[in-house]
């Protein structure tokens, strides 16, 4: 499938810092998808409460947070198919609420329950969304067949909508935002209520659409799938983005601590002996033992991580395993999380 050249066609803001961001993620290069300040209320419910995010060209950003965050709603927003109360996001440079029909040519939406026509077959169903793109004919008579085999759908495309299981229903909305080739990719809750093999297939598409160039940002609460995934995250609660940035700085700052897993040959006393050459050397802190390993909390750079390896086998330690730890996806956003409670700045959101 031939790819859209991902060029900016007009100055983009600079993405400042978010209040609760680890660093801009767009320090480095203008983001393709940037936001700043988004408010939203339904009544008196406020959905968004000056929410900003910076989504890197060709990253996939996992949107994290749980129910009533305020997921959907930056989706709609970005999407143009909602109007923010206040603040503004941008595409490539070009502004998203004073301009929307100068956008929408970039994104393509996957809402998180989505109708479809079910007297269509597969591929009647995409030629119909292609034509209401305004793609030619002979574009898409050349794409549909691609992105069929991109999600694995060939072999339906002559079969009725209804027909097909929610899984492929799934598949053939992401082919459906992709007719008209967007540079990015809005996809809300792309795996619900998949099976465990379909959540795969999704995920394995997604990461094949940013290897073709795309960004993707994708909101979920199975925080393993986007582990598994993404290259940066997003983590939203109350309508506020409490932290962004690469799934590894996030981790890293997060534990406040570098973590070294180390595992050792032996039994107990083994165990025991690394822990005391551990204990002595600079920039180490607790050394505690978790399953058959230790794991030590250390505050060195790269150069004494490498230190650390040294003195365990200059104390002929026999080392197994010396490898960095880090916090899993679902610890990052449970501490995130319970520590925005615990402040009470949380809010209702939607």
Avoid at 15 to 44: C, I, N, Q
Avoid at 296 to 317: H, K, N, S
Wanted: proline letters at 5%.
């Amino acid at each position: 499938m031939t790819t859209v050249a991902q060029t900016s066609e007009t100055s983009q803001p600079s993405a400042g810092g978010v209040g609760a961001s680890a660093g801009s993620a767009g320090a480095a290069a203008p983001p393709m998808l940037w936001a700043e300040g988004l408010t939203k209320s339904y009544m008196r419910t406020r959905a968004l409460n000056g929410l900003s995010l910076h989504v890197p060209r060709g990253s996939i950003y996992g949107f994290v947070g749980p129910n009533g965050a305020g997921k959907t709603t930056t989706m709609r927003i970005l999407a143009t198919l909602l109007a923010p109360d206040g603040g503004e996001a941008y595409v490539d440079g070009r502004p998203l609420t004073s301009n929307p029909g100068g956008v929408r040519s970039k994104l393509g939406y996957m809402p998180d329950f989505f109708g479809v026509y079910d007297n269509l077959t597969v591929s009647e169903y995409l030629d119909f969304y292609a034509a209401a793109y305004g793609v030619p004919k002979a574009e898409a008579c050349r794409t549909i067949p691609e992105l069929l085999e991109l999600v694995d759908l060939a072999h339906k495309r002559h079969d009725f909508v209804e027909g097909l299981s929610r899984g492929m229903k799934q598949r053939l909305g992401l082919a459906r935002c992709l007719v008209h080739n967007p540079e990015v990719l809005l996809l809300d809750e792309p795996a619900s209520g998949m099976d465990p093999r379909a959540r795969y297939e999704m995920r394995e598409i997604v990461k094949e659409l940013q290897r073709l160039g795309k960004t993707v940002l994708v909101s979920s609460h199975i925080l393993l799938e986007l582990a598994e995934m993404c290259s940066h995250i997003g983590i939203v609660q109350g309508g506020r983005l409490l932290r962004e940035g690469p799934v590894n700085t996030i981790l890293q700052s997060l534990r406040g601590a570098r973590a070294v897993r180390i595992g050792v040959m032996g039994d107990e006393r083994s165990r025991e002996a690394a822990a005391t050459v551990l204990a002595r050397q600079p920039g180490v802190g607790e050394v505690q033992v978790v399953g058959d390993d230790l794991e030590a909390a250390f505050t060195g750079d790269d150069g004494g991580t490498a230190a650390l390896l040294r003195a365990l086998v200059e104390a002929d330690i026999p080392v197994l395993r010396f490898a960095p730890a880090a916090n899993s996806l679902e610890e990052i956003f449970m501490q995130l999380t319970e520590a925005d409670g615990a402040d009470g700045t949380g809010g209702a959101s939607v």
